[in-house]
């Protein structure tokens, strides 16, 4: 679904990714990896249009994507959930999924309200509360539904276990496994080897802007000496 060849991006003077390129299947998970500084959350900026790259290619589904603003690529079908998470606290759960809400343009079934507080039971009983007065695992999961409320075709999640309670963090592979269940194609930026292996099919490795490994996920769970250099603290 989604092709990235040679990509370099640099924050002005310093180059940050050097000649990044991978494939993420349709229909799966695949889980961008590394140490913090290792690429991994410029190398998301950079597919949504939010840092320009200096070279490089990205297609989704054959149409390259790259160069253009970010809502063009929200358009095209790419969801992005921040790091940061990102929602506006002074309204409500319910009011933060109707900004998002946006129809799918290939004429796909739209996720509906229904449906995310299926997959995030926590934020039915939320709806009225200002989402900054829910924790961070409540906003962590608000986050990835509105981005479901603009039915993205493949949904890009940046580190989405980090800072989390191990319960939530079991919510959220949860909620990642039946995504993938449903036919959503994920790509996932993760440090947490043992979240990333349960969830993602696939794996990128990255280390000081560049690709170490790019294959299975299993094969990168099976190589102790793969793991101990590349993402190991």
């Given at each position: 679904m989604l092709k990235v060849r040679d990509l370099d991006v640099f924050y002005g003077r310093a180059q940050v990714l050097f000649g990044v390129g991978f494939e993420v299947p349709a229909g799966g998970v695949t889980a961008l990896m590394g140490r913090n500084g290792a690429g991994k959350s410029t190398t998301m900026k950079a597919l949504m249009g939010l840092v320009p790259s200096a070279r490089g290619e990205v297609s989704l589904d054959g149409r390259r994507i790259d160069g253009w603003p970010p809502f063009r690529i929200a358009r095209a079908g790419l969801g992005y959930v921040a790091e940061e998470r990102r929602i506006f606290p002074d309204m409500t759960v319910a009011e933060n999924l109707e900004v998002g809400r946006?129809?799918?343009?290939?004429?796909?079934?739209?996720?509906?309200?229904?449906?995310?507080?299926?997959?995030?039971?926590?934020?039915?009983?939320?709806?009225?509360?200002?989402?900054?007065?829910?924790?961070?695992?409540?906003?962590?999961?608000?986050?990835?539904?509105?981005?479901?409320?603009?039915?993205?075709?493949?949904?890009?999640?940046?580190?989405?276990?980090?800072?989390?309670?191990?319960?939530?963090?079991?919510?959220?592979?949860?909620?990642?496994?039946?995504?993938?269940?449903?036919?959503?194609?994920?790509?996932?930026?993760?440090?947490?080897?043992?979240?990333?292996?349960?969830?993602?099919?696939?794996?990128?490795?990255?280390?000081?802007?560049?690709?170490?490994?790019?294959?299975?996920?299993?094969?990168?769970?099976?190589?102790?000496?793969?793991?101990?250099?590349?993402?190991?603290?």
């Amino acid at each position: 679904m989604l092709k990235v060849r040679d990509l370099d991006v640099f924050y002005g003077r310093a180059q940050v990714l050097f000649g990044v390129g991978f494939e993420v299947p349709a229909g799966g998970v695949t889980a961008l990896m590394g140490r913090n500084g290792a690429g991994k959350s410029t190398t998301m900026k950079a597919l949504m249009g939010l840092v320009p790259s200096a070279r490089g290619e990205v297609s989704l589904d054959g149409r390259r994507i790259d160069g253009w603003p970010p809502f063009r690529i929200a358009r095209a079908g790419l969801g992005y959930v921040a790091e940061e998470r990102r929602i506006f606290p002074d309204m409500t759960v319910a009011e933060n999924l109707e900004v998002g809400r946006r129809d799918p343009a290939d004429g796909r079934a739209p996720w509906t309200v229904a449906e995310v507080e299926r997959l995030f039971p926590n934020l039915a009983q939320l709806r009225d509360r200002r989402a900054g007065q829910t924790s961070g695992g409540e906003q962590q999961m608000l986050a990835v539904a509105r981005t479901l409320m603009g039915n993205p075709r493949l949904l890009l999640l940046d580190e989405p276990s980090e800072g989390l309670a191990p319960v939530i963090v079991q919510q959220m592979a949860a909620a990642v496994r039946a995504l993938k269940a449903g036919g959503v194609t994920v790509l996932l930026s993760e440090q947490n080897l043992r979240f990333a292996g349960a969830v993602a099919d696939r794996a990128v490795v990255l280390e000081k802007g560049a690709v170490r490994f790019s294959g299975v996920m299993a094969e990168l769970a099976e190589d102790a000496e793969l793991r101990r250099a590349y993402l190991a603290v």
